[in-house]
């Protein structure tokens, strides 16, 4: 589909890429080996959050130091909680220019088949000159929560969470 793709796990409130593949002939950017302070401004973060159970996020929401990125980043954490939830109920979390300018990105959470816990996410990212936030989300929506429930689906069963 030669879309860009990120996946990454959560470690003590930070994503740790572990792998990327960038969408041939098109604006890309890559998301640094581990990033802190970005649950809320990226669709990997979001994604990862709605996969926690309520309490859980909302604590994690409380906790968080919401640093802007750009000036779309989400520093309300009413707003955020809201986004979290939406994309919990719908399976997919979407970042729209929250961690860098031009940028649009869709993700779904890992959620380990084993535990039954949130792990990290999956994103695809595009740019903001190929393409909207609304056609990203009902192209790709299905697609990108398919490939998370595949990727999930790889967890080794003896691995510590």
């Known amino acids: 589909h030669n879309i860009s793709i990120e996946v990454a796990f959560v470690v003590d409130d930070t994503l740790v890429r572990f792998y990327n593949k960038e969408a041939a002939e098109t604006l890309t950017y890559s998301l640094p080996d581990s990033s802190k302070n970005c649950l809320h401004n990226t669709a990997l973060g979001k994604a990862y959050l709605s996969a ?84 990203i989300q009902t192209k790709y929506g299905a697609m990108i929560v398919a490939t998370a429930a595949a990727l999930a689906e790889l967890l080794p069963p003896d691995r510590h969470t």
């Open 52 to 135: 926690l159970p309520e309490d859980q996020m909302r604590d994690k929401v409380d906790g968080m130091t919401l640093i802007p990125k750009t000036e779309k980043t989400i520093l309300d954490r009413d707003r955020l909680m809201s986004e979290v939830l939406a994309a919990k109920a719908r399976g997919y979390a979407m970042s729209v220019e929250e961690f860098l300018p031009g940028l649009l990105a869709i993700g779904a959470p890992l959620v380990d088949p084993h535990s039954g816990h949130g792990v990290g996410a999956v994103s695809f990212d595009f740019s903001v000159l190929q393409n909207t936030a609304k056609d």
